[in-house]
Nanobody, 120 residues
Framework: QVQLVESGGGLVQAGGSLRLSCAASGSIFSVDTMGWYRQAPLETRELVATITSGGSTNAVDSVKGRFTISRDNGKNTVYLQMNSLKPEDTAVYYC??????????????WGRGTQVTVSS
């Protein structure tokens, strides 16, 4: 089994910054694409940003220029640096990862989520 554990959420004023971390652990051969999604109350879960094992990134337009996704492959950890936060960024942020097992099978995993609240 594989676990994704997020940390770094919290309450911040508009214009502030937070850094989220997500570490994958367990029966891992390799961690492929990792990403962050978010879900605001009464909204559907949406993609925030993704990063491949080679470092290629993708982000939703609403966070470009403010959020930066990065990863440490040696630690199987992905980060989301969030700057210039806005109240509309308030949501539960979920980590997601494609993990290849020792048998070569790729599974997709979700973390439990971490709350980010931005006050105006």
């Amino acid at each position: 089994q594989v676990q994704l554990v997020e940390s770094g959420g919290g309450l911040v004023q508009a214009g502030g910054s937070l850094r989220l971390s997500c570490a994958a652990s367990g029966s891992i051969f390799s961690v492929d694409t990792m990403g962050w999604y978010r879900q605001a109350p009464l909204e559907t879960r949406e993609l925030v940003a993704t990063i491949t094992s080679g470092g290629s990134t993708n982000a939703v337009d609403s966070v470009k220029g403010r959020f930066t996704i990065s990863r440490d492959n040696g630690k199987n950890t992905v980060y989301l640096q969030m700057n210039s936060l806005k109240p509309e960024d308030t949501a539960v942020y979920y980590c997601n990862a494609d993990v290849t097992s020792s048998r070569g099978t790729v599974y997709n995993y979700w973390g439990r989520g971490t709350q980010v609240t931005v006050s105006s």
